[in-house]
Protein backbone atom coordinates (compact mmCIF):
# COMPACT_ATOMS: atom_id res chain seq x y z
CA UNK A 1 0.00 0.00 0.00
CA UNK A 2 1.58 3.49 -1.33
CA UNK A 3 1.13 6.62 0.56
CA UNK A 4 -1.63 7.70 -1.85
CA UNK A 5 -4.09 5.12 -1.00
CA UNK A 6 -3.80 5.37 3.06
CA UNK A 7 -3.79 8.74 2.52
CA UNK A 8 -7.54 8.07 0.88
CA UNK A 9 -8.64 5.58 2.96
CA UNK A 10 -8.13 8.03 6.04
CA UNK A 11 -10.00 10.80 4.23
CA UNK A 12 -12.99 7.89 3.66
CA UNK A 13 -12.83 6.70 7.46
CA UNK A 14 -14.90 8.65 10.68
CA UNK A 15 -13.34 9.89 13.16
CA UNK A 16 -12.60 7.59 15.90
CA UNK A 17 -15.09 7.31 18.74
CA UNK A 18 -13.36 6.65 22.49
CA UNK A 19 -14.63 4.79 25.59
CA UNK A 20 -16.94 7.62 26.97
CA UNK A 21 -17.99 8.56 23.22
CA UNK A 22 -15.31 10.88 22.92
CA UNK A 23 -13.39 11.74 19.90
CA UNK A 24 -10.49 13.44 21.99
CA UNK A 25 -7.61 10.57 21.86
CA UNK A 26 -6.88 9.46 25.37
CA UNK A 27 -3.68 10.64 27.04
CA UNK A 28 -2.73 7.32 28.82
CA UNK A 29 -4.49 4.52 30.15
CA UNK A 30 -7.75 4.09 29.56
CA UNK A 31 -10.66 5.18 32.46
CA UNK A 32 -13.59 2.67 32.49
CA UNK A 33 -16.64 5.22 32.23
CA UNK A 34 -18.85 2.43 31.27
CA UNK A 35 -19.52 4.71 27.73
CA UNK A 36 -20.85 7.36 30.35
CA UNK A 37 -20.13 10.84 30.99
CA UNK A 38 -19.23 11.81 34.83
CA UNK A 39 -22.30 13.18 36.29
CA UNK A 40 -20.92 16.31 38.31
CA UNK A 41 -22.99 17.77 40.64
CA UNK A 42 -22.79 22.14 40.84
CA UNK A 43 -24.47 24.10 43.52
CA UNK A 44 -26.70 27.03 41.63
CA UNK A 45 -27.27 29.97 44.23
CA UNK A 46 -28.05 33.71 44.06
CA UNK A 47 -24.58 35.10 45.10
CA UNK A 48 -20.93 34.67 45.64
CA UNK A 49 -20.82 34.56 41.36
CA UNK A 50 -17.10 35.11 41.15
CA UNK A 51 -16.57 31.47 42.79
CA UNK A 52 -19.29 29.72 40.58
CA UNK A 53 -22.33 30.68 38.64
CA UNK A 54 -24.33 27.91 37.01
CA UNK A 55 -26.60 29.15 33.94
CA UNK A 56 -29.13 26.71 32.35
CA UNK A 57 -29.99 27.70 28.56
CA UNK A 58 -33.76 27.53 28.17
CA UNK A 59 -33.64 26.05 24.86
CA UNK A 60 -31.18 23.21 24.94
CA UNK A 61 -31.48 22.94 28.97
CA UNK A 62 -27.25 23.15 28.76
CA UNK A 63 -26.08 23.80 31.89
CA UNK A 64 -22.96 25.91 31.73
CA UNK A 65 -20.59 26.52 34.94
CA UNK A 66 -18.40 29.99 35.12
CA UNK A 67 -16.58 31.37 38.15
CA UNK A 68 -13.19 30.86 39.95
CA UNK A 69 -13.94 27.34 41.01
CA UNK A 70 -15.39 25.92 37.48
CA UNK A 71 -11.98 27.25 35.83
CA UNK A 72 -10.05 25.51 38.57
CA UNK A 73 -11.86 22.08 37.88
CA UNK A 74 -11.24 22.31 34.06
CA UNK A 75 -7.46 23.03 34.25
CA UNK A 76 -7.38 20.01 36.59
CA UNK A 77 -9.26 17.85 34.25
CA UNK A 78 -7.45 19.02 31.36
CA UNK A 79 -4.05 17.93 33.03
CA UNK A 80 -4.70 14.48 33.30
CA UNK A 81 -3.15 11.91 31.31
CA UNK A 82 -6.83 10.93 29.89
CA UNK A 83 -9.51 12.50 28.87
CA UNK A 84 -12.76 12.62 31.25
CA UNK A 85 -16.24 13.44 29.78
CA UNK A 86 -18.86 15.02 32.02
CA UNK A 87 -21.84 17.05 32.67
CA UNK A 88 -22.57 19.55 34.88
CA UNK A 89 -25.97 18.77 37.15
CA UNK A 90 -27.63 22.31 38.76
CA UNK A 91 -27.97 21.53 42.23
CA UNK A 92 -30.25 24.27 43.73
CA UNK A 93 -29.22 25.50 46.99
CA UNK A 94 -31.14 28.14 49.00
CA UNK A 95 -34.53 26.69 47.31
CA UNK A 96 -37.25 26.50 49.54
CA UNK A 97 -36.40 22.79 49.86
CA UNK A 98 -33.65 24.08 52.13
CA UNK A 99 -30.96 21.72 50.62
CA UNK A 100 -27.50 22.40 51.35
CA UNK A 101 -24.45 21.14 51.29
CA UNK A 102 -24.12 18.34 52.58
CA UNK A 103 -26.85 16.89 50.48
CA UNK A 104 -25.27 17.42 47.76
CA UNK A 105 -22.44 15.64 48.61
CA UNK A 106 -24.63 12.83 49.73
CA UNK A 107 -25.75 12.79 46.19
CA UNK A 108 -22.85 11.16 45.30
CA UNK A 109 -23.14 7.93 47.60
CA UNK A 110 -26.87 7.52 46.60
CA UNK A 111 -25.38 7.24 43.24
CA UNK A 112 -27.19 10.39 41.66
CA UNK A 113 -23.60 12.15 41.17
CA UNK A 114 -20.29 10.85 40.11
CA UNK A 115 -18.21 14.01 41.10
CA UNK A 116 -19.33 17.45 43.29
CA UNK A 117 -17.84 20.56 42.00
CA UNK A 118 -18.36 23.13 44.08
CA UNK A 119 -17.14 25.43 47.17
CA UNK A 120 -17.48 22.57 49.30
CA UNK A 121 -15.58 22.37 52.41
CA UNK A 122 -13.55 18.93 53.05
CA UNK A 123 -15.40 17.76 56.46
CA UNK A 124 -14.88 14.92 58.76
CA UNK A 125 -18.57 14.03 58.80
CA UNK A 126 -18.45 14.62 54.84
CA UNK A 127 -15.64 12.04 54.37
CA UNK A 128 -17.60 9.56 56.01
CA UNK A 129 -19.57 9.34 52.77
CA UNK A 130 -17.12 10.16 49.91
CA UNK A 131 -13.45 10.38 48.96
CA UNK A 132 -12.10 14.29 48.55
CA UNK A 133 -9.12 15.29 46.82
CA UNK A 134 -6.65 18.16 47.69
CA UNK A 135 -7.91 21.09 48.79
CA UNK A 136 -7.23 23.66 45.98
CA UNK A 137 -8.43 26.23 48.08
CA UNK A 138 -7.45 27.73 52.06
CA UNK A 139 -9.77 28.10 54.28
CA UNK A 140 -10.96 29.00 57.67
CA UNK A 141 -13.73 30.28 59.78
CA UNK A 142 -13.96 34.35 61.00
CA UNK A 143 -16.23 36.77 61.85
CA UNK A 144 -16.55 39.94 60.27
CA UNK A 145 -18.42 43.38 62.35
CA UNK A 146 -19.04 46.95 61.28
CA UNK A 147 -16.81 49.52 61.91
CA UNK A 148 -17.23 52.50 65.28
CA UNK A 149 -17.13 55.55 64.33
CA UNK A 150 -13.51 57.50 63.63
CA UNK A 151 -12.20 57.90 67.31
CA UNK A 152 -10.10 60.99 66.16
CA UNK A 153 -13.67 62.88 66.57
CA UNK A 154 -13.31 62.20 70.35
CA UNK A 155 -12.65 64.59 72.63
CA UNK A 156 -11.28 62.92 74.77
CA UNK A 157 -8.64 61.14 72.06
CA UNK A 158 -5.28 62.96 73.94
CA UNK A 159 -6.44 60.37 76.72
CA UNK A 160 -6.23 57.30 74.70
CA UNK A 161 -2.22 56.96 73.91
CA UNK A 162 -1.82 55.60 76.97
CA UNK A 163 -3.36 53.32 79.16
CA UNK A 164 -5.48 53.94 82.15
CA UNK A 165 -2.99 51.92 84.35
CA UNK A 166 0.18 53.40 82.57
CA UNK A 167 -1.38 57.06 83.42
CA UNK A 168 -1.80 56.20 87.28
CA UNK A 169 1.38 54.56 87.60
CA UNK A 170 2.93 57.87 85.70
CA UNK A 171 1.10 60.06 87.74
CA UNK A 172 2.29 58.50 91.34
CA UNK A 173 5.57 58.09 90.21
CA UNK A 174 5.50 61.85 89.59
CA UNK A 175 4.88 62.94 93.02
CA UNK A 176 6.98 59.94 94.86
CA UNK A 177 9.96 61.85 92.79
CA UNK A 178 8.79 65.22 94.35
CA UNK A 179 8.59 63.93 97.47
CA UNK A 180 11.77 62.02 97.31
CA UNK A 181 13.47 65.75 96.22
CA UNK A 182 12.11 67.41 99.28
CA UNK A 183 13.37 65.14 101.43
CA UNK A 184 16.30 65.42 100.03
CA UNK A 185 16.31 69.00 99.57
CA UNK A 186 14.13 70.46 102.86
CA UNK A 187 17.22 70.58 105.37
CA UNK A 188 19.48 72.49 102.92
CA UNK A 189 17.56 74.44 100.73
CA UNK A 190 15.33 77.37 101.53
CA UNK A 191 13.11 76.56 98.59
CA UNK A 192 11.81 73.84 99.82
CA UNK A 193 11.11 75.51 103.19
CA UNK A 194 8.50 77.31 104.74
CA UNK A 195 4.58 76.66 105.95
CA UNK A 196 3.39 73.46 105.66
CA UNK A 197 1.07 74.22 102.45
CA UNK A 198 4.08 75.38 100.19
CA UNK A 199 6.25 72.59 100.83
CA UNK A 200 3.19 70.16 99.33
CA UNK A 201 2.87 72.70 96.60
CA UNK A 202 6.31 72.19 96.23
CA UNK A 203 6.15 68.19 95.83
CA UNK A 204 3.43 68.50 93.04
CA UNK A 205 5.09 71.93 91.02
CA UNK A 206 8.89 70.81 91.34
CA UNK A 207 8.10 66.93 89.92
CA UNK A 208 5.30 67.73 87.08
CA UNK A 209 6.64 70.73 86.24
CA UNK A 210 9.98 68.37 84.81
CA UNK A 211 6.84 67.39 82.29
CA UNK A 212 8.17 69.76 80.46
CA UNK A 213 11.42 71.10 81.76
CA UNK A 214 9.68 74.14 83.12
CA UNK A 215 11.42 73.70 87.16
CA UNK A 216 13.71 76.75 88.01
CA UNK A 217 14.34 76.42 91.55
CA UNK A 218 18.25 75.38 91.99
CA UNK A 219 19.00 71.97 93.55
CA UNK A 220 21.66 71.66 96.23
CA UNK A 221 22.15 68.00 97.62
CA UNK A 222 23.79 65.40 94.76
CA UNK A 223 21.35 62.63 96.02
CA UNK A 224 19.19 65.18 94.50
CA UNK A 225 20.83 65.47 91.05
CA UNK A 226 21.13 61.88 90.74
CA UNK A 227 17.95 61.44 90.87
CA UNK A 228 16.49 64.62 88.61
CA UNK A 229 19.01 62.59 85.87
CA UNK A 230 17.62 59.47 85.46
CA UNK A 231 13.75 61.06 86.10
CA UNK A 232 14.79 63.42 83.31
CA UNK A 233 15.55 60.71 80.96
CA UNK A 234 11.91 58.93 82.22
CA UNK A 235 10.06 62.15 81.64
CA UNK A 236 11.71 62.13 77.75
CA UNK A 237 11.05 58.68 77.08
CA UNK A 238 7.39 59.20 78.08
CA UNK A 239 6.86 62.37 76.70
CA UNK A 240 8.10 61.21 72.74
CA UNK A 241 6.62 58.45 72.97
CA UNK A 242 3.22 59.82 73.83
CA UNK A 243 3.56 62.49 71.60
CA UNK A 244 4.27 59.99 68.87
CA UNK A 245 1.14 58.03 69.77
CA UNK A 246 -0.91 60.72 69.44
CA UNK A 247 0.35 61.67 66.20
CA UNK A 248 -0.48 58.34 64.77
CA UNK A 249 -3.64 58.52 66.06
CA UNK A 250 -4.80 61.34 64.73
CA UNK A 251 -2.93 60.69 61.01
CA UNK A 252 -3.86 57.38 60.41
CA UNK A 253 -7.62 56.00 59.79
CA UNK A 254 -8.63 54.02 62.88
CA UNK A 255 -10.62 50.80 62.04
CA UNK A 256 -12.24 50.34 65.63
CA UNK A 257 -14.15 47.39 65.37
CA UNK A 258 -17.76 47.23 67.16
CA UNK A 259 -17.36 43.81 68.38
CA UNK A 260 -13.89 41.91 69.04
CA UNK A 261 -15.02 38.99 70.01
CA UNK A 262 -17.20 36.24 69.35
CA UNK A 263 -18.33 35.44 72.99
CA UNK A 264 -19.46 39.10 73.36
CA UNK A 265 -22.14 38.18 70.60
CA UNK A 266 -24.08 35.23 72.75
CA UNK A 267 -23.63 37.70 75.81
CA UNK A 268 -25.55 40.20 74.05
CA UNK A 269 -28.02 38.57 72.77
CA UNK A 270 -26.62 39.68 68.74
CA UNK A 271 -27.84 38.00 65.98
CA UNK A 272 -25.53 36.06 64.03
CA UNK A 273 -25.65 35.71 59.67
CA UNK A 274 -24.26 32.89 57.73
CA UNK A 275 -23.99 32.09 54.31
CA UNK A 276 -27.25 30.40 52.87
CA UNK A 277 -26.73 26.36 52.75
CA UNK A 278 -23.27 26.62 54.65
CA UNK A 279 -21.76 24.14 57.59
CA UNK A 280 -21.38 27.57 59.54
CA UNK A 281 -24.52 27.07 60.70
CA UNK A 282 -23.94 23.61 62.40
CA UNK A 283 -19.88 25.48 63.72
CA UNK A 284 -22.34 28.03 65.80
CA UNK A 285 -24.21 25.76 67.43
CA UNK A 286 -21.19 23.52 68.56
CA UNK A 287 -20.26 27.28 69.85
CA UNK A 288 -23.65 27.67 71.77
CA UNK A 289 -24.77 30.50 69.98
CA UNK A 290 -28.88 30.31 70.24
CA UNK A 291 -30.26 29.05 67.11
CA UNK A 292 -33.07 31.97 67.16
CA UNK A 293 -30.51 34.16 66.76
CA UNK A 294 -29.38 32.67 62.98
CA UNK A 295 -30.27 34.41 59.85
CA UNK A 296 -28.86 33.28 56.56
CA UNK A 297 -27.83 35.38 52.97
CA UNK A 298 -27.08 34.64 49.78
CA UNK A 299 -24.91 37.75 48.47
CA UNK A 300 -22.06 40.20 49.63
CA UNK A 301 -24.79 42.66 49.63
CA UNK A 302 -27.09 41.31 51.49
CA UNK A 303 -24.36 41.04 54.18
CA UNK A 304 -23.47 44.86 53.73
CA UNK A 305 -27.21 45.60 54.74
CA UNK A 306 -27.52 43.24 57.53
CA UNK A 307 -24.46 44.52 58.89
CA UNK A 308 -25.59 48.06 58.65
CA UNK A 309 -28.71 47.45 60.03
CA UNK A 310 -27.39 45.55 63.30
CA UNK A 311 -29.88 43.55 65.43
CA UNK A 312 -31.61 46.12 66.73
CA UNK A 313 -32.84 47.07 63.26
CA UNK A 314 -33.25 43.26 61.76
CA UNK A 315 -30.14 43.08 60.70
CA UNK A 316 -27.22 41.35 62.52
CA UNK A 317 -24.45 41.40 64.64
CA UNK A 318 -21.92 39.74 62.96
CA UNK A 319 -21.25 37.38 59.91
CA UNK A 320 -19.16 34.46 60.11
CA UNK A 321 -18.34 32.66 57.17
CA UNK A 322 -15.74 30.93 55.71
CA UNK A 323 -12.67 33.21 55.11
CA UNK A 324 -12.36 33.20 51.00
CA UNK A 325 -15.79 34.90 50.91
CA UNK A 326 -15.15 37.23 53.94
CA UNK A 327 -11.74 38.21 52.04
CA UNK A 328 -13.94 39.32 49.03
CA UNK A 329 -16.53 40.89 51.31
CA UNK A 330 -13.90 43.25 52.27
CA UNK A 331 -12.35 43.73 49.38
CA UNK A 332 -15.13 45.44 48.34
CA UNK A 333 -16.26 47.22 51.81
CA UNK A 334 -12.91 47.55 53.03
CA UNK A 335 -13.78 50.84 54.88
CA UNK A 336 -16.96 50.06 56.71
CA UNK A 337 -16.29 46.32 58.22
CA UNK A 338 -13.47 44.54 59.45
CA UNK A 339 -12.63 41.18 60.13
CA UNK A 340 -12.17 40.16 64.12
CA UNK A 341 -11.69 37.12 66.55
CA UNK A 342 -10.08 34.08 66.20
CA UNK A 343 -9.49 32.07 62.66
CA UNK A 344 -10.79 28.43 63.04
CA UNK A 345 -8.94 26.43 60.99
CA UNK A 346 -10.79 24.45 57.94
CA UNK A 347 -9.49 22.06 55.22
CA UNK A 348 -10.76 24.09 52.36
CA UNK A 349 -12.54 23.36 49.34
CA UNK A 350 -11.97 20.17 47.45
CA UNK A 351 -13.78 18.23 44.51
CA UNK A 352 -15.53 15.15 46.12
CA UNK A 353 -16.16 11.67 43.91
CA UNK A 354 -17.35 8.61 45.47
CA UNK A 355 -15.63 6.13 47.68
CA UNK A 356 -12.86 3.85 46.17
CA UNK A 357 -12.39 6.41 43.17
CA UNK A 358 -9.74 5.60 41.17
CA UNK A 359 -10.04 9.36 39.95
CA UNK A 360 -9.03 10.84 43.85
CA UNK A 361 -5.48 10.34 43.63
CA UNK A 362 -5.13 10.95 39.90
CA UNK A 363 -7.23 14.47 40.38
CA UNK A 364 -5.13 15.42 43.56
CA UNK A 365 -1.77 14.87 41.75
CA UNK A 366 -3.46 17.03 38.97
CA UNK A 367 -4.61 19.62 41.89
CA UNK A 368 -0.65 20.21 43.06
CA UNK A 369 0.53 20.48 39.67
CA UNK A 370 -2.17 23.62 39.06
CA UNK A 371 -1.75 24.97 42.06
CA UNK A 372 2.19 25.17 41.12
CA UNK A 373 2.09 26.98 38.26
CA UNK A 374 0.93 30.38 36.98
CA UNK A 375 -2.45 29.54 36.47
CA UNK A 376 -3.75 30.19 39.94
CA UNK A 377 -2.62 33.49 39.71
CA UNK A 378 -3.78 34.44 36.44
CA UNK A 379 -7.34 32.90 37.23
CA UNK A 380 -7.44 34.71 41.08
CA UNK A 381 -6.57 37.86 39.18
CA UNK A 382 -9.42 36.98 36.57
CA UNK A 383 -12.02 36.66 38.91
CA UNK A 384 -11.07 38.44 42.02
CA UNK A 385 -9.36 41.10 41.03
CA UNK A 386 -6.34 43.17 42.81
CA UNK A 387 -6.97 44.15 46.45
CA UNK A 388 -8.42 47.67 46.60
CA UNK A 389 -6.35 50.46 48.43
CA UNK A 390 -7.73 49.29 51.78
CA UNK A 391 -6.19 49.56 55.57
CA UNK A 392 -4.43 46.36 56.27
CA UNK A 393 -7.06 43.87 57.93
CA UNK A 394 -3.99 41.59 59.12
CA UNK A 395 -4.04 41.97 63.12
CA UNK A 396 -6.40 45.36 62.06
CA UNK A 397 -4.51 48.49 61.35
CA UNK A 398 -5.49 50.17 64.12
CA UNK A 399 -2.67 52.04 67.02
CA UNK A 400 -2.79 50.73 70.04
CA UNK A 401 -2.47 52.61 73.37
CA UNK A 402 0.60 52.07 74.63
CA UNK A 403 0.54 49.49 77.84
CA UNK A 404 2.64 49.22 80.80
CA UNK A 405 4.77 46.50 80.46
CA UNK A 406 6.18 49.05 77.64
CA UNK A 407 7.92 50.85 80.36
CA UNK A 408 7.98 48.70 83.10
CA UNK A 409 11.76 48.97 82.48
CA UNK A 410 12.04 52.49 83.28
CA UNK A 411 10.24 53.06 85.94
CA UNK A 412 12.23 50.13 87.81
CA UNK A 413 15.34 52.21 87.18
CA UNK A 414 13.56 55.48 88.55
CA UNK A 415 11.98 54.01 91.33
CA UNK A 416 15.41 51.64 92.21
CA UNK A 417 17.81 55.13 91.94
CA UNK A 418 15.19 57.34 93.84
CA UNK A 419 14.87 54.93 96.27
CA UNK A 420 18.94 54.29 96.72
CA UNK A 421 19.26 58.33 96.69
CA UNK A 422 16.72 58.35 99.72
CA UNK A 423 18.33 55.53 101.79
CA UNK A 424 21.91 56.30 101.64
CA UNK A 425 20.01 60.00 102.51
CA UNK A 426 18.50 58.63 105.82
CA UNK A 427 21.88 56.14 106.57
CA UNK A 428 24.01 59.31 106.70
CA UNK A 429 21.12 61.79 108.57
CA UNK A 430 20.77 58.89 111.33
CA UNK A 431 24.73 58.44 111.29
CA UNK A 432 24.91 62.25 112.00
CA UNK A 433 22.51 61.91 114.75
CA UNK A 434 23.48 59.19 116.34
CA UNK A 435 23.80 61.00 119.61
CA UNK A 436 19.72 61.34 120.09
CA UNK A 437 19.48 57.03 119.02
CA UNK A 438 21.80 56.77 121.76
CA UNK A 439 19.72 57.93 124.46
CA UNK A 440 17.84 56.24 126.82
CA UNK A 441 14.50 57.98 125.82
CA UNK A 442 11.37 56.11 124.37
CA UNK A 443 11.07 55.20 121.01
CA UNK A 444 8.30 58.08 120.97
CA UNK A 445 11.08 60.37 122.19
CA UNK A 446 13.75 59.71 119.64
CA UNK A 447 11.35 59.71 116.56
CA UNK A 448 10.17 62.92 117.59
CA UNK A 449 13.98 64.25 118.36
CA UNK A 450 15.25 62.91 115.12
CA UNK A 451 11.71 64.80 113.39
CA UNK A 452 12.83 68.13 114.91
CA UNK A 453 16.64 67.45 113.82
CA UNK A 454 15.20 66.44 110.19
CA UNK A 455 13.17 70.07 110.34
CA UNK A 456 15.71 72.10 111.42
CA UNK A 457 17.63 74.16 108.49
CA UNK A 458 20.73 73.00 108.07
CA UNK A 459 23.84 76.10 107.97
CA UNK A 460 26.03 75.41 104.92
CA UNK A 461 27.59 78.84 105.25
CA UNK A 462 30.92 78.79 105.64
CA UNK A 463 32.66 82.27 107.82
CA UNK A 464 35.79 83.26 106.24
CA UNK A 465 36.24 85.22 109.73
CA UNK A 466 35.89 82.12 111.79
CA UNK A 467 37.41 79.92 109.41
CA UNK A 468 40.00 81.94 106.74
CA UNK A 469 41.29 79.83 103.96
CA UNK A 470 44.94 79.84 102.63
CA UNK A 471 44.68 82.48 100.46
CA UNK A 472 43.16 84.76 103.14
CA UNK A 473 45.83 84.19 105.58
CA UNK A 474 48.61 85.16 103.08
CA UNK A 475 47.03 88.00 102.07
CA UNK A 476 46.77 89.09 105.53
CA UNK A 477 50.20 88.58 106.44
CA UNK A 478 51.88 90.74 103.35
CA UNK A 479 49.23 93.54 104.13
CA UNK A 480 50.43 93.90 107.85
CA UNK A 481 53.95 93.57 106.56
CA UNK A 482 53.80 96.46 104.04
CA UNK A 483 52.50 98.44 107.16
CA UNK A 484 55.03 98.41 109.18
CA UNK A 485 57.52 99.06 106.16
CA UNK A 486 56.01 101.96 105.36
CA UNK A 487 55.29 103.12 109.27
CA UNK A 488 58.94 103.34 109.60
CA UNK A 489 59.66 105.23 106.33
CA UNK A 490 56.98 107.22 106.05
CA UNK A 491 56.69 108.00 110.35
CA UNK A 492 54.30 111.41 109.59
CA UNK A 493 51.89 109.56 107.34
CA UNK A 494 48.62 108.49 108.85
CA UNK A 495 48.40 105.00 108.27
CA UNK A 496 45.67 102.68 108.07
CA UNK A 497 44.82 100.67 111.00
CA UNK A 498 46.84 97.39 110.75
CA UNK A 499 43.67 95.58 112.27
CA UNK A 500 42.07 94.12 108.38
CA UNK A 501 38.50 92.49 108.12
CA UNK A 502 38.24 90.03 105.50
CA UNK A 503 34.43 89.92 104.27
CA UNK A 504 32.82 86.71 104.43
CA UNK A 505 32.50 86.02 100.69
CA UNK A 506 34.39 88.13 98.52
CA UNK A 507 37.92 88.58 100.63
CA UNK A 508 37.98 92.32 100.08
CA UNK A 509 38.64 94.84 103.75
CA UNK A 510 37.79 98.53 103.81
CA UNK A 511 41.72 98.76 104.94
CA UNK A 512 42.67 96.83 101.58
CA UNK A 513 40.06 99.55 99.49
CA UNK A 514 41.48 102.23 101.13
CA UNK A 515 45.21 101.21 100.69
CA UNK A 516 44.34 100.25 97.07
CA UNK A 517 42.96 103.77 95.92
CA UNK A 518 45.80 105.82 96.86
CA UNK A 519 46.22 108.44 93.91
CA UNK A 520 49.96 108.10 92.21
CA UNK A 521 50.33 111.87 92.30
CA UNK A 522 50.51 112.12 96.39
CA UNK A 523 53.54 113.19 98.21
CA UNK A 524 53.48 109.54 99.87
CA UNK A 525 54.01 107.40 96.50
CA UNK A 526 56.56 110.40 95.23
CA UNK A 527 58.64 109.81 98.94
CA UNK A 528 58.74 105.88 98.07
CA UNK A 529 59.81 106.91 94.82
CA UNK A 530 62.43 108.65 95.93
CA UNK A 531 64.02 106.87 99.16
CA UNK A 532 64.42 103.51 96.77
Known amino acids: MNSKTAKSMNEQLAAIIWPGESIIVPRGWEIPTSGKKLRVGVPVKGGLEQFIKVEIDAKTQTVTATGFIPDVFKEVIQSLPYAIPYDFIPFPIDSPTSQDYDDLVYKISSKEYDAVVGDVTILASRAKYVDFTLPFSESGISAVVSVRNDDRKNAWIFLKPLKSELWITTGGFFIFIGFVVWVLEHRVNKEFRGPKHKQVGMIFWFSFSTLVFAHRERVTSNFTRFVLIVWVFVVLVLTSSYTANLTSMLTVQQLQPSITDLNDLIKNGEYVGYQEGSFVKDVLKHMNFDSSKFRSYSTLEEYSNALSRGSKNGGVGAIVDELPYLRLFLNKYCRKYIMVGPTYKAAGFGFAFPKGSPLVPDVSRAVLQVMEGEFMNNIIQKWFGNETDCPKQDGM ?124 GTPVHENITGTT
Not at 449 to 473: H, L, V
Request: hydrophobic share 45%.
Open 397 to 520: AITSSLTLDSFMGLFLIAGVSAGSALLLFFLIFLYQNREILATDDSVWQKLSAIANAFDKEKDNSNSMSEEPSEGNEILTAMLFAESEASTEILPHLPLQSPEIRISDGLGASPALEGFSTTES
